[in-house]
């Protein structure tokens, strides 16, 4: 279930972290935007949440998508995770199966020689 705190929490975790990526402290942020250093610290601390004013302002300032700013940043990570466990699943029931029907076939071309080769032998004995 989805809570404030949830959402102020991939807020700040997605504000710090494209803060950081452009190589701006708090302060150069705030100045920025036209806020003030402890607000920006407030956001980014989960304290406060973000108006629509911050939000364009970000948007614009990063070149984000609000839905880049909203977005639960491990999110895509546990989804990646998730595929490619089933992704490995699947693949390791295929090769089950792939291995059973080769072996299968193994045995069945086997068995079918051996008879061959008995028939043939037997034939050859009378």
Do not use: W
């Amino acid at each position: 279930m989805t809570s404030i705190q949830s959402i102020r929490k991939a807020i700040s975790q997605n504000i710090r972290r494209f803060r950081e990526e452009a190589g701006l402290t708090q302060e150069a942020l705030a100045e920025k935007l036209g806020f003030s250093t402890s607000h920006i610290a407030n956001i980014e601390g989960g304290k406060t949440g973000i108006s629509d004013e911050i939000l364009a302002s970000v948007c614009n300032l990063f070149n984000k998508k609000p839905a880049e700013i909203y977005n639960e940043p491990n999110l895509d990570f546990a989804v990646d995770k998730e595929l490619k466990l089933a992704i490995n699943d699947s693949v390791k029931k295929v090769i089950q199966n792939s291995s059973k029907e080769i072996a299968d076939e193994i045995l069945r071309r086997v068995t079918n020689e051996l008879t061959v080769r008995g028939y043939s032998e037997r034939r050859r004995e009378r």
